[in-house]
């Protein structure tokens, strides 16, 4: 089995270690004997998204978002025919605000890709600090650290990819965190997200090639007790001591 990662403008989306969420996956294709290749794609490239199985959109500044606005109205037909094709996108942060509809900063309005029913809005002050939550595509806690001015608010219909148990999620406010739409998740937690939760890694790798191949999956599975003794170190820290 093949798989193809895309990793878009990583020379300007990757403030938070997103290059450590494709090494993630990389190895635990290769784990598996899954024969993966990851491309780069540059401002000026050409994207075939009908080529790649994965597409991971990271985190960058409001400056770095701003410089590749343009170039995210070349590439919005093409992306958006990939998402409702049932491609497999993680967007990230920065990423994640960049799929929606629009970004407004306190000066400018960074339009999205309008791949998902959602908007950003930036508002006095930063939600910063480490997050858990839980959903239901997962039996571990979903774990990571958030760091963003904007508030996310999400359209009618479009599925949160969680409930926060310990930090900010979205907006500080619903209660809710990162969204799934079709094979696409979009969320704010970083630091980078997928060696934290190997279980997001492995639902973007099955969902990938069950498109591909055509016919359900079953990844074989891994130890991984390394990663969930770190996931469990840190749900049992932020949240179980906040409960007892």
Request: proline content about 5%; overall charge neutral; hydrophobic content about 35%.
């Amino acid at each position: 089995m093949k798989l193809t990662i895309g990793h878009l403008y990583p020379d300007l989306l990757n403030l938070y270690g997103d290059r450590g969420n494709i090494q993630c996956l990389m190895s635990r294709c290769r784990w598996r004997g899954i024969e993966a290749q990851t491309i780069p794609f540059e401002r000026d490239d050409k994207i075939d998204f009908e080529k790649l199985d994965i597409v991971l959109l990271g985190g960058g500044s409001d400056r770095e978002q701003l410089l590749v606005c343009e170039k995210l109205r070349e590439i919005q037909p093409d992306f958006k025919k990939y998402v409702e094709d049932n491609g497999v996108v993680i967007a990230i942060c920065g990423g994640y605000q960049l799929i929606g509809k629009y970004y407004k900063l306190e000066d400018a309005t960074i339009t999205g890709l309008n791949l998902v029913d959602l908007y950003t809005e930036q508002e006095p002050g930063r939600l910063i600090g480490n997050i858990v939550m839980e959903s239901p595509l997962f039996s571990m806690p979903v774990v990571g650290f958030e760091n963003h001015g904007g508030r996310t608010r999400l359209g009618k219909g479009v599925k949160p990819l969680g409930r926060v148990l310990y930090g900010n999620g979205n907006d500080g406010r619903s209660g809710y965190e990162g969204i799934v739409y079709k094979n696409v998740i979009g969320t704010y937690l970083h630091g980078p997200l997928l060696p934290k939760n190997p279980q997001i890694a492995d639902w973007l790798i099955q969902k990938a090639l069950e498109k591909r191949y055509g016919k359900p999956i079953e990844l074989s599975p891994l130890k991984d007790q390394e990663e969930r003794e770190a996931n469990q170190y840190i749900y049992h820290r932020f949240v179980k001591k906040d409960s007892e």
